[in-house]
């Protein structure tokens, strides 16, 4: 039996998806050094009805994948279930496809898995495509972390806000207690998945592995982030495919966890602000297309602003 189920989920990154496969397939055959064992890996790939040959690629150049195709684009969160409902390990590691496993990172955080009993999920240092460091490591959100994070007001936010959030307090090599680390590699003992379930489903992408994380710890177990364990994350490819959808996603997810964990007044006000944020950026565009500036780039952020403002931005629980 394998010790350590990986699952990822693909759409349309196939040539990152072969070098992330190749980087596991290398991780298990190379012996580590520290204590010369090597990690069984029960690989699981569920593609989400992907047109670019991916379904072909694994099977014909890692036969030893359980491949589990869709039909449909079934979404991350809901195909993260699907491959942990099909994975036999005690340990799971969700990954994305667009990763790279350095040498040694599997065994570095199944060893501290199997070392801190209490501890139920575990998260690696995260590095750039360049090798610079990528920021992995949280606190909970507040209120002003999601008024101000990945929006128009973010470069007006007061430092502290970032500087608790992102934990820029901490070092990238320290190994300690976190709220929640991101779900581009994020390992855990079936134990939690037995204790709180899977994914919420009602988060399509984005904002699933902080929920996850939430309910873990509220269930009493402990988050590391492993600044000693490393992978490699080229960052976001399957999500940039369609610019409107991902910032619908990402906003809306985030409404829904506040509505989800701080109840309706807190959701209520964030979307307000998040709505008149979209509705300013749209008028501004819409200024600058008008004057001729660089008018392909407006009309495509003006079809974007206001596809998200037609979508309202709805977080039902």
Request: hydrophobic share 40%; charged share 25%; aromatic share 8%.
């Amino acid at each position: 039996m394998a010790e350590i189920s990986v699952i990822i989920v693909n759409w349309n990154v196939r040539d990152l998806l072969d070098k992330c496969l190749a980087s596991l397939f290398a991780a298990q055959d190379a012996t580590d050094a520290r204590d010369g064992k090597r990690p069984p890996l029960e690989i699981i790939v569920v593609d989400c009805d992907s047109q670019d040959g991916s379904v072909a690629m694994v099977r014909e150049r890692y036969p030893g994948v359980k491949l589990l195709a869709q039909g449909e684009n079934v979404g991350f969160t809901r195909g993260n279930n699907l491959g942990m409902e099909a994975a036999t390990a005690d340990t799971l590691l969700l990954l994305n496809p667009d990763t790279e496993v350095c040498q040694g990172s599997l065994n570095t955080m199944l060893g501290y898995l199997q070392r801190q009993p209490g501890t139920g999920i575990v998260g690696p240092h995260t590095l750039n495509t360049d090798g610079s460091h990528q920021s992995t490591r949280r606190r909970f959100p507040t209120l002003m972390t999601g008024i101000f994070e990945s929006s128009w007001l973010a470069a007006l936010a007061p430092r502290s806000v970032f500087d608790s959030y992102f934990m820029r307090d901490t070092s990238d090599d320290d190994i300690l207690e976190v709220d929640w680390v991101q779900g581009s590699a994020l390992m855990m003992r079936r134990a939690v998945l037995q204790d709180i379930g899977g994914l919420d489903e009602g988060f399509v992408m984005y904002s699933e592995e902080l929920d996850f994380c939430k309910r873990a710890k509220d269930a009493g177990w402990s988050v590391t982030y492993h600044g000693g364990a490393k992978i490699r994350h080229h960052g976001g490819k399957s999500s940039e495919q369609v610019a409107a959808f991902k910032q619908i996603q990402f906003h809306s997810s985030k409404l829904r966890y506040f509505r989800k964990h701080h109840g309706y007044a807190h959701y209520a006000l964030l979307r307000a602000m998040l709505l008149a944020q979209f509705c300013w950026q749209l008028v501004l565009e819409l200024g600058k297309a008008l004057i001729g500036h660089k008018r392909a780039l407006r009309q495509q952020r003006i079809k974007t602003y206001w596809q998200v403002l037609r979508h309202g931005l709805k977080a039902e629980i």
